[in-house]
């Protein structure tokens, strides 16, 4: 069966360090990836899509990884603030018309 | 843009009772989800529309859970009649065209907090 994964334990990290937040999926071939941020009681929020055919996208201190043959997206926040403590989802494509399947995501809290 | 809104915000109800969520999309958006997240089994999706037609139904657990989308703005959600294990945050979400800039990604409302007694 299809199956996303992401870290099920929360990630304490200092302010100015860089998380890195994994999402691994099996049974998938995805032509795409997304990362979304979710905090609490509040719908998701779209950060990155990065395509089969990318390795890597940045976008301001965010930056996906995209290995197809690992099947593992990385997401990094560099120089981390408090203000980006919040639950990360990766959502692989896994259906035409733009389906996504989300992992049950990761908590980040980044302490001062 | 006023974005993806959804009503109601929270809503308790009894066992047995129907249940109606609704959800407005973005406007000229094309596609809109429909997702339920619970603690146990984080964001599952329900069913899909592309161009007020459903595409994909298959998350939908059973039944006693329909859903509408009678026209490009409007979508319905409906569980009659409805059980405790419901109980969950149902979020709706939309996405433009393909061809626009931002296709593919998802646009989420805030949510209905539905609580089944």
């Known amino acids: 069966s299809q199956k996303i994964e992401q870290n099920s334990e929360a990630l304490n990290i200092q302010e100015g360090k860089t998380a890195t937040l994994t999402c691994n999926y099996t049974?998938?071939?995805?032509?795409?990836l997304q990362w979304y941020r979710q905090d609490p009681g509040r719908g998701p929020v779209f950060l990155l899509l990065?395509?089969?055919?990318?390795k890597e996208k940045r976008k301001e201190r965010l930056k996906v990884t995209f290995d197809t043959t690992l099947k593992q997206s990385l997401f990094h926040i560099t120089a981390s603030q408090p203000a980006d403590s919040a639950t990360y989802l990766c959502?692989?494509?896994?259906?035409?018309?733009?389906?996504?399947?989300f992992g049950t995501g990761t908590q980040l809290k980044v302490e001062l | 843009d006023a974005g993806v809104i959804q009503s109601p915000r929270h809503e308790v109800t009894e066992m047995g009772q129907e249940v109606t969520l609704r959800c407005k999309p973005i406007?000229?958006?094309?596609?809109l989800f429909w997702y339920r997240q619970t603690m146990m089994r984080g964001l599952e999706l329900l069913i899909y529309?592309?161009?007020?037609?459903?595409?994909?139904d298959s998350g939908m657990p059973e039944d006693r859970f329909s859903a509408k989308m009678p026209n490009a703005s409007f979508s319905t959600l409906k569980i009659q009649p409805s059980e405790p294990r419901d109980s969950a945050v149902y979020f709706c979400?939309?996405?433009?065209?393909?061809?626009?800039?931002?296709?593919?990604?998802?646009?989420f409302g805030e949510g209905s907090r539905l609580t089944v007694l």
């Open positions: 529309f592309n161009n007020n037609v459903p595409i994909d």
């Open positions: 979400a939309s996405t433009p065209p393909s061809s626009g800039q931002r296709a593919g990604e998802l646009f």
């Open positions: 049974n998938y071939s995805p032509a795409y």
């Open positions: 990065i395509r089969e055919n990318e």
């Open positions: 959502a692989p494509n896994t259906g035409g018309g733009n389906k996504l399947t």
């Open positions: 406007s000229g958006h094309n596609s």
